[in-house]
């Protein structure tokens, strides 16, 4: 085990990557300077730095179930490769062919995106966004 970063991975996303091991068990390289573009996926623990709850990740995991607050880490969803890392707000949420999104922005930099809300997500809140 190395200790790898000093507080950018708030969430505790770097305990994946201090194991270092992708599904086949292969070494993979570490560190925040490994980007790609492609989907990945990532079993990852963390506490909502909004809400405090401990959250058990799926490995595809981008928010808190409890308040839904996100966190800005992915370019493209699930790579990680964002450097912000700053709270995403959710805005509001929209049903579409019986998927419920949840509209994101950036509380540093703006950056706007949406995602599929996840089964385990307080739906209160969800509606809440919806009828915003
Ligand atoms: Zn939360
Ligand atoms: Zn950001």
């Given at each position: 085990?190395?200790?790898?970063?000093?507080?950018?991975?708030?969430?505790?996303?770097?305990?994946?990557?201090?194991?270092?091991?992708?599904?086949?068990?292969?070494?993979?390289?570490?560190?925040?300077?490994?980007?790609?573009?492609?989907?990945?996926?990532?079993?990852?623990?963390?506490?909502?730095?909004?809400?405090?709850?401990?959250?058990?990740?799926?490995?595809?995991?981008?928010h808190?179930?409890?308040?839904l607050?996100g966190?800005?880490?992915?370019?493209?969803?699930?790579?990680?490769?964002?450097?912000?890392?700053?709270?995403?707000?959710p805005m509001r949420a929209?049903?579409?062919?019986?998927?419920y999104f949840i509209h994101y922005?950036?509380?540093?930099?703006?950056?706007?995106?949406r995602v599929k809300s996840?089964?385990?997500d307080?739906?209160?809140?969800i509606?809440?966004l919806?009828?915003?």
């Amino acid at each position: 085990m190395e200790i790898l970063y000093r507080g950018i991975w708030a969430y505790g996303i770097a305990a994946t990557r201090v194991h270092g091991m992708d599904e086949s068990g292969v070494r993979l390289p570490v560190g925040p300077q490994m980007k790609s573009k492609k989907f990945q996926r990532r079993i990852e623990n963390f506490v909502c730095k909004k809400c405090g709850a401990h959250v058990k990740g799926s490995g595809y995991t981008d928010h808190c179930p409890v308040c839904l607050w996100g966190r800005h880490a992915d370019v493209n969803p699930g790579d990680r490769a964002a450097e912000c890392g700053e709270m995403m707000e959710p805005m509001r949420a929209e049903a579409k062919n019986g998927q419920y999104f949840i509209h994101y922005k950036c509380t540093e930099c703006g950056h706007e995106f949406r995602v599929k809300s996840a089964p385990e997500d307080n739906f209160d809140e969800i509606i809440q966004l919806i009828n915003r």
